[in-house]
Each structure stands twice: as C-alpha cells, then as structure tokens.
C-alpha cells in the first residue's frame, strides 16, 4: 500500500515556473514507477512524465519535453515535478501515481494522489 499526497500547485502567468511535489508513505516506495498525469476541465486524463524507480530514466509526453523534468528522492520517499516556461495550456489537476509498468496508461498505475491544481494564466 502507498498513500500519495501532492503540493506545489497554484497560480502562476505564463512563462513562469511551479515545482510539484508528491509525499508517499507506506512501503517500498523505491520499488514503484512514478508518473504525473493531468487533467484539465472537461477532458480526460493525459500522461505527462515517469520516472524509473532508481530516478536514471524519465519520459516525457511531448509538449512538455524540454520544460519539465521529472525527479525522485528515495530517501524522502518523494516524488517531484519542476515546470518551467509555463503555458495556459498547462492548466490542469496534476495527480502523481505508483506503478509497477513502465507505462503512459493510467490504468497501469496502482496508487493515486488525490491531485494539485495549477493555474497558468496569459
């Protein structure tokens, strides 16, 4: 079991920057695959970035190559999301989940948090 708790949201212009962060307790966070997905009013949820469980390997969906980098601290059990060069487009509740795939499918995730809100106006 691991429980996902997200901060870091809020509102911010465009261009700017906001740092996500996702707490897990339980076990064995180490051994789980993290990803960030979003989703914004009135669409489904999209994928955005995972991490391995070392933290070596990341994959980005492609809009947001280049300006988010996805991290993990093992021994602080967290997770994190730096988006830089931010864009109204970005607007959306970001979830952080636990895996055991390495997948873009949020079915393929086990565990959830239960979201943060980020607000980028133009």
């Known amino acids: 079991q691991l429980q996902l708790v997200e901060s870091g949201g809020g509102l911010t212009q465009a261009g700017g920057s906001l740092t996500l962060s996702c707490a897990a307790s339980?076990?064995?966070?180490?051994?789980?695959?993290m990803g960030w997905f979003r989703q914004a009013p009135g669409k489904e949820r999209e994928f955005v970035a995972r991490v391995n469980a070392r933290g070596d390997r990341s994959f980005y969906v492609a809009p947001v190559k280049g300006r988010f980098t996805v991290s993990r601290d093992n021994a602080m059990n967290t997770v994190y999301l730096q988006m830089n060069s931010l864009r109204p487009e970005d607007t959306a509740n970001y979830f952080c989940a636990a895996g055991l795939e390495s997948s873009s499918q949020a079915r393929h995730y086990d565990y959830w948090g239960q979201g943060t809100q980020v607000t980028v106006s133009s």
């Open positions: 339980g076990r064995s966070f180490s051994s789980y695959i």
